[in-house]
């Protein structure tokens, strides 16, 4: 393909996969996507590391990182240290959570209750100064306007910043901050999503964007749902210049994700998955489970913190939780969760990456053929 | 176009357009798509005098009927009257709508408060014999499996029967009862609708149909958001037959929308809507406002009553509130709503409904240019 975003980024197919997993991102870049690296899990060290490998593996081949940074978060300002914050959790809620794994037959009283989120956003200039010792080719935030360094450094760098935007009012403020690429990000993608469905979101956000007084024509990735090519070229077909992907990759051979979790999401229909913010404070799909149900929107459930106030909570426990389903504890499998979007449905087989790139490119090229064919005499 | 179901239907474009207006139904038919009236509000005698309007208006040119017939409604079975329906509509919560309309100014006790639903699933049978009078060329079922006269029904006359489905068991489901066309209808539709949205759930039934033991290769027409060619084009790229559109025509010139609504509609942007219970017992999609507000799943909000409970006693008051408001009533201003998928922030202006078949088959064209020129090197 020799659209021009393939020209803008170096690549022969416009698929961005987004992954914690830098097997999975050097693979998509090697087969002629665009793999990106979720930075935020990371510490500084960490992530160079990683980097390092990733360069070593892709010699010269485009890739990128992303970072979350929140633009609202509990203590935004404050410059809280880690205990500080621990401070604003309710005590009932280790209570709450105590009686939730005791009616799952789990007690990890024993261990760490709180850990510092990944999503405090207080780690993100310093990863970003890591990153931009490798030769990056993408900067993205998936959560809200980038901050100021990042769009700072992509001036000064000449590296393309992306944002992950849920919503046309936001796509503007992104264009108007500077952005070069926009991520338009359904209410079917896995992790932190908005309400409109891709379908939707798509032509909305490109009209909005076309709409900017003086605005620059910035280039619209789709995400939500994308697991296949046929969705992708359907994207296309709405106007997008390619697609952002993340599910797929988790039931890939390479991915980090839990044994147990890989099997609840093959198992899993579209209809598995729920917008729940009861992991990070925000709200963001992942797959329906015994701890999703404890948390708002499921009737009855308890309101969950403000990010990052719930991730320090859940995360650790989760972690925990999937080491005991990984061993066979059937109250830890009935909790186990992990970020998915409804694609989820879709993806009931595990493969290489590099498999997946390939399906991807022969069922866009198929799915392009039976949208042509419909025009035929 | 030249496809399997343009031949099946004797259609140039496969554009079905869902409408309660005879006017659209008409011109939909007349510029090359598929009309289909919304037969279920209508007396057996009214909707034979529009589907003879339709006939006189088409001149043998192919339409359809849909009628509602739950599968599921309190009192299925029972044979029961009006007033023992009623009586099953618990006396606080007439209490409930009267503080909400008091707060917004509003009087109606000199009204009638309740009245029989058109979804109680009765008067199916009737409106589908007067329908089989004219040379309706589809019959469709928009809420579950079809009763069995329907599909007996088409298997005597040989007109085809479609069902609605908003997840791949149900489509599986249909397709084992015996329909003919199954319209996948995503979570951004307006009406009644389920959690998948359009971009899975087509690939998500194709792929379920087809791995049904010795199933029939029924077609699947997307539905779920789209009010524009270029969603339509996405949809066939996915592997639909073709689109079911619905809310695309309620901002039509011939449209029967409530004035006041159709400006609602043509300001609001796809976060305007919400999938509330509120208006008929189930789910189903419609612009947000304070009605809305008053029913969970808002926050604080009551529990609707199942179907045709709630909409005995929400549609009357619902049709008060939409003259009220066309008076410039403010307190119904707030309150007013009507069924409307996420769509509704593409639609924003009004126009006849053969301009909006023509606009269609021009944007189709030119997305399906747009996804085959990708593949140019």
Same mark, same amino acid.
């Given at each position: 393909m020799k659209t021009e975003i393939c020209d803008q980024f170096g690549i022969e197919f416009p698929l961005f996969a987004f992954s914690h997993c830098r097997d999975v991102v050097a693979a998509v870049t090697n087969a002629g996507g665009f793999g990106v690296l979720g930075? %935020?899990?990371?510490r500084p060290d960490q992530l160079d590391q990683e980097l390092s490998w990733i360069d070593e593996q892709v010699k010269g081949k485009p890739y990128g990182v992303d970072i979350i940074v929140p633009? !609202?978060?509990?203590? !935004?300002?404050?410059?809280?240290s880690f205990g500080q914050l621990a401070?604003?959790?309710?005590?009932?809620l280790r209570g709450f959570i105590d009686e939730l794994l005791a009616t799952h037959?789990? /007690?990890? $009283? /024993?261990? +760490?209750?709180m850990a510092p989120s990944s999503? $405090?956003? /207080?780690?993100g200039k310093s990863l970003l100064d890591v990153a931009l010792n @490798? +030769?990056? !080719?993408l900067m993205a935030n998936a959560l809200g306007v980038p901050p100021d360094y990042m769009i700072e450094a992509g001036k000064q760098t000449g590296i393309p910043v992306a944002a992950l935007v849920g919503a046309k009012e936001h796509a503007v403020k992104q264009v108007n901050a500077g952005? /070069?690429?926009?991520?338009?990000?359904?209410? *079917?993608?896995?992790g932190h999503c908005g309400e409109v469905t891709t379908l939707v979101l798509i032509p909305e956000v490109l009209e909005a964007i076309a709409a900017v007084p003086g605005g620059r024509q910035v280039p619209v990735l789709a995400a939500g749902g994308i697991v296949t090519g046929r969705q992708m070229a359907a994207s296309v077909a709405l106007g997008a210049a390619g697609a952002w992907t993340g $599910?797929?990759?988790? &039931? %890939? *051979?390479?991915?980090? &994700?839990a044994p147990y979790t890989v099997q609840k999401m093959l198992a899993? %229909? $579209?209809?598995?998955t729920v917008r729940s913010?009861?992991? %990070?404070?925000k709200p963001s799909r992942q797959l329906v489970s015994d701890w999703t149900d404890a948390?708002? +929107? @499921? +009737?009855?459930g308890r309101e969950p913190l403000p990010l990052p106030l719930q991730n320090m909570i859940a995360e650790p426990v989760l972690r925990r939780i999937d080491k005991l389903a990984e061993g066979g504890h059937p109250g830890a499998q009935a909790l186990a969760t992990y970020f998915v979007g409804q694609g989820v449905g879709l993806m009931n087989k595990v493969k290489p990456a590099r498999e997946v790139v390939l399906e991807f490119i022969e069922d866009y090229l198929a799915a392009a053929e039976r949208l042509g064919r419909s025009l035929e005499d």
């Open positions: 930075g %935020t899990a990371f633009a !609202k978060f509990e203590g !935004k300002g404050e410059n809280l401070d604003r959790i309710p005590d009932d037959d789990i /007690d990890i $009283s /024993d261990q +760490p209750r999503l $405090s956003g /207080d780690t @490798h +030769p990056i !080719k952005v /070069d690429l926009i991520v338009a990000q359904g209410t *079917e993608a896995g $599910s797929v990759w988790l &039931t %890939t *051979e390479e991915a980090e &994700t899993a %229909t $579209s209809r598995d913010a009861g992991r %990070t404070g948390w708002q +929107p @499921h +009737p009855g």
